[in-house]
């Protein structure tokens, strides 16, 4: 039986689905807009939304907002004021909160990132993916290298001292020379914090059908221990697998994420983790996927509901903790799962012999090895039943 006795911190996820156009990698639920962006009309769903899911997570206090999409930047910096005013009002905001907005090079100039501060969003994630313009043009990007670099500079111009910068490699046909330019024309502008991550080939996506060719395996390892040698240099830290920052300036929302903290997803396909305390489980739900369908006054937008089980909740948490590069407190998994931690000792124990975990019984952190073949690691936390299934 599980038992919480710790209050979960709790982020808010704002999903608002148009771009310009769908890039050919991108499985999520985004939509290229081919009529006028509904704003008014969306916005009035999310308060609606919002409002109907408020029973959930009465009286507790929020630690960051994101909003992702689709492009965000599309939205006006009003409309983004009178999202944050809305729930404002609604939920308590941290002394601290962290307010993301991600935001596509292509849709933006300094006026309206100032504009974004002003309304109250304090940090951004731009979208670069790269910063050579036959590989944005292989990507689908609407942007090129000098409105990528431009972008980077009219944020700091606007005031934004904490921002991310979204970097792909592995991309088709890369060299570890053009992974190594993009990365150190981007440290260029001392970014305080850099996502660097691996294009995977995601299946119902224009790339999963057409095949591009990429690096091949050797290449790709040598791009990921070249790229991390120089991001260190540059005293960007790595903290997630693709996550790198100077200090203090993690990413407080995805940190709340891995840490199996709560969120609540609102917008379409937006989706839920909320820990409910008087009854003593945890639940995971999502929203109608289709905006058109969202944006319906009668439709009831949450579509799925579940109660996670126990082995759900052991294998959730650790898919989530082990991303981490220094791991978590192992009373951390006590705390958000309301599992004992003799829980997962069979399990830990077969990771220690296999030298996938650290030895250290306080924490929960793998080793040099475990991190190179995390996904071998997590899928020791399935379930029996699972497991096999899965060989």
């Known amino acids: 039986m599980q038992k919480f006795t710790t209050p979960i911190p709790l982020s808010l996820y704002i999903h608002l689905p148009w771009c310009v156009q769908k890039c050919p990698y991108c499985d999520f639920n985004s939509h290229a807009l081919k009529e006028s962006l509904p704003e008014e009309l969306y916005i009035d769903a999310l308060i609606r939304d919002f409002e109907a899911q408020l029973p959930t997570i009465w009286g507790r206090g929020l630690v960051s907002i994101f909003f992702g999409g689709g492009t965000p930047s599309l939205f006006s910096a009003q409309g983004i004021e009178r999202i944050l005013r809305e729930i404002n009002t609604r939920l308590r905001f941290g002394p601290d909160i962290e307010i993301t907005l991600e935001a596509n090079p292509g849709t933006v100039d300094e006026k309206r990132f100032a504009e974004f501060r002003a309304a109250g969003v304090n940090r951004l994630s731009l979208g670069i993916q790269s910063l050579q313009d036959e590989k944005l043009k292989t990507l689908g990007r609407i942007h090129n290298r000098e409105y990528a670099l431009r972008a980077i500079d009219k944020a700091q111009s606007a005031g934004f001292t904490n921002f991310n910068v979204d970097l792909m490699h592995g991309l088709p046909e890369q060299s570890i020379a053009d992974a190594v330019s993009d990365l150190n024309d981007a440290l260029e502008y001392s970014p305080p914090h850099l996502s660097w991550y691996q ?7 224009l790339f999963a059908h057409t095949q591009p060719v990429l690096p091949a395996e050797e290449i790709l390892w040598d791009i990921q221990e070249h790229g991390k040698e120089i991001l260190e240099k540059n005293h960007l830290a790595q903290y997630e697998v693709s996550a790198y920052s100077k200090k203090d300036h993690e990413c407080q929302h995805n940190l709340n994420y891995w840490q199996f903290g709560d969120y609540l997803g609102i917008g379409a396909g937006s989706h839920s983790k909320i820990t409910h305390m008087d009854q003593q489980y945890i639940t995971r739900h999502s929203q109608v996927k ?18 996670l089980s126990t082995e759900e909740c052991i294998f959730e948490f650790m898919l989530n903790a082990l991303r981490l590069t220094g791991g978590m407190d192992a009373n951390l998994f006590v705390e958000r799962t309301g599992l004992p931690l003799s829980a997962l000792d069979h399990i830990l124990a077969e990771a220690k012999t296999k030298k996938l975990l650290i030895a250290d019984p306080t924490r929960l952190c793998t080793t040099d090895l ?10 020791l936390f399935l379930n029996p039943s699972t497991r096999e299934n899965a060989t």
Do not use: A, C, H, S
């Open 290 to 307: 289709n905006p058109k369908t969202y944006l319906d006054k009668n439709q009831n937008k949450t579509i799925t509901q579940k109660i």
């Open 370 to 379: 475990g991190m190179r073949f995390l996904n071998d690691v997590v899928g």
């Open 199 to 205: 294009l995977t080939i995601e299946p119902n996506t």
